[in-house]
Nanobody, 128 residues
Framework: QVQLVESGGGLVQPGGSLRLSCAVS????????IGWYRQAPGKEREGIAC????????YYSESVKGRFSISRDNAHNTVYLQMNDLTPDDTAVYYCATGLCRTTRGTSPIASGPYDRWGQGTQVTVSS
């Protein structure tokens, strides 16, 4: 069974950078894509990035486009989220999850269903 474990969160100053990791154990062959969500206190969960397995295409929400980048290291079975130019609005718990990438503008770049796998989350706090 696939397991996802996030790491790399922490406290960073505005304008700083962090790289989150999602270590994958198990076979992803039954899944289409993998991506990242975040949930800030008092807010709904937000899909922010997705990477399709079949061709490596990537998709981002408008809130992170141009600042965040999702990548995959097959040799180490790890998916990364590079986050640059962070602001306090990026403060949230970040989760990696399998799902389907969505290409419709204005919608979440990833959709996950009941059979998808989730990590436990890692806290990112952006504050001076």
């Amino acid at each position: 069974q696939v397991q996802l474990v996030e790491s790399g969160g922490g406290l960073v100053q505005p304008g700083g950078s962090l790289r989150l990791s999602c270590a994958v154990s198990g076979d992803l062959m039954d899944y289409n894509s993998i991506g990242w969500y975040r949930q800030a206190p008092g807010k709904e969960r937000e899909g922010i990035a997705c990477r399709a397995f079949h061709d490596g295409s990537t998709y981002y929400s408008e809130s992170v486009k141009g600042r965040f980048s999702i990548s995959r290291d097959n040799a180490h079975n790890t998916v990364y989220l590079q986050m640059n130019d962070l602001t306090p609005d990026d403060t949230a718990v970040y989760y990696c999850a399998t799902g389907l990438c969505r290409t419709t503008r204005g919608t979440s770049p990833i959709a996950s269903g009941p059979y998808d796998r989730w990590g436990q989350g890692t806290q990112v706090t952006v504050s001076s």
